[in-house]
């Protein structure tokens, strides 16, 4: 299991298959860090016990329905 914090604190929200509450969530799938970790989130790995009491935002959470969520804004581009 990993925790996930966004670039934006405040984030509430969908990426990536996986939902975030204020900037956090867990997940244990491989793909998603992958991704997480190409686009400046940070990955905190957590043994099981951590794991146990965190709040809704894991992976297990993706079949709640909501508002499409955007993803939050990483670096800026550069025009050129």
């Known amino acids: 299991m990993n925790k996930v914090s966004t670039p934006v604190a405040e984030f509430?929200?969908?990426v990536?298959?996986?939902w975030f509450?204020?900037?956090e969530a867990t997940t244990d799938s491989e793909?998603?860090?992958a991704y997480f970790r190409r686009h400046g989130y940070t990955v905190t790995p957590?043994?099981?016990e951590q794991a146990d009491g965190d709040?809704?935002?894991d992976a297990d959470?993706?079949?709640l329905e909501g508002p499409q969520a955007t993803k939050p804004a990483g670096r800026p581009?550069?025009?050129g």
């Open 21 to 23: 509450v204020n900037g």
């Open 55 to 57: 709040p809704p935002g």
């Open 31 to 33: 793909g998603a860090v």
């Open 61 to 63: 959470a993706t079949s």
């Open 77 to 79: 581009r550069s025009k």
């Open 46 to 48: 957590l043994d099981d």
């Open 12 to 14: 509430n929200g969908q």
């Open 16 to 18: 990536a298959g996986v």
